[in-house]
């Protein structure tokens, strides 16, 4: 167990709508980061946060978006959902997000848009 | 452009049979080298981090070590539980903002 905790574990929705993802990250951890992961692409970096503020952006797609809030939790949410967004995401922590600090992943959301 | 590069893709070993997992990398330096082991569903779980050239670390039947441009992950008398996809990841020094991953090589041990 990582310490960081993703819920909910599965997501199915349809083409068009709109979800919230959320992530808790370590105890003590101030940066967190969110990936998608589908069956071709491998694991690619959407965007991180460090204390409330972004801090770097991946490959992340305009319909999708992410805050941190004072109390550290994330939420990423996804809108306008195409079939293509089925995937799993990944939120992940570390410390300070710098320096090659190691970053601890949590369980993952499996979302399934029919 | 920065990279990361797995081989192979897969590998079937027998129990107790040796073997090395390589992960290639090009980056404009290097801030640190990560490995992680992922089993299916699951979300990718931190083996070790390598930060220069010769460091090695050990951890139970795997050793990480790591070059100018790649690091091996030595598996020594897997056993079956060994199974898994192990990814490898590189943070540039000149990029405060992801950490790069590669593929993955898919490792099966049969018993």
């Known amino acids: 167990d990582s310490g960081v905790t993703q819920t909910p574990k599965h997501l199915i929705t349809a083409t068009g709508q709109r979800v919230t993802l959320r992530c808790s990250p370590r105890s003590g951890d101030l940066s967190v980061y969110w990936y998608q992961q589908s069956l071709d692409q491998g694991l690619q970096f959407l965007i991180q946060?460090?204390?409330?503020?972004?801090?770097a952006k991946g490959n992340i797609l305009e319909r999708f978006s992410a805050q941190q809030f004072p109390d550290l939790h994330s939420e990423l949410n996804l809108s306008s959902l195409e079939l293509g967004d089925s995937a799993l995401y990944f939120c992940a922590s570390s410390w300070t997000g710098s320096d090659g600090d190691t970053q601890y992943f949590g369980p993952g959301t499996r979302l399934t848009v029919l | 452009e920065d990279q990361v590069t797995q081989s192979p893709e897969a590998l079937r070993l027998q129990e107790g049979e040796s073997s090395s997992l390589n992960c290639s990398y090009t980056?404009?330096?290097?801030?640190?080298l990560f490995w992680y082991r992922q089993d299916p569903g699951k979300g990718p779980e931190f083996l070790f981090t390598l930060y220069s050239a010769g460091e090695e670390k050990e951890k139970e039947r795997l050793k990480a070590t790591l070059t100018k441009k790649e690091s091996f992950l030595h598996i020594t008398a897997p056993k079956p539980e060994d199974s898994a996809t192990y990814l490898c990841?590189?943070?540039?020094?000149?990029?405060?903002?992801?950490?790069?991953f590669g593929k993955g090589t898919r490792l099966h041990i049969l018993p």
């Open positions: 990841a590189v943070q540039p020094a000149n990029r405060d903002d992801k950490i790069i």
């Open positions: 946060y460090y204390n409330g503020e972004e801090r």
């Open positions: 980056v404009s330096g290097l801030r640190g």
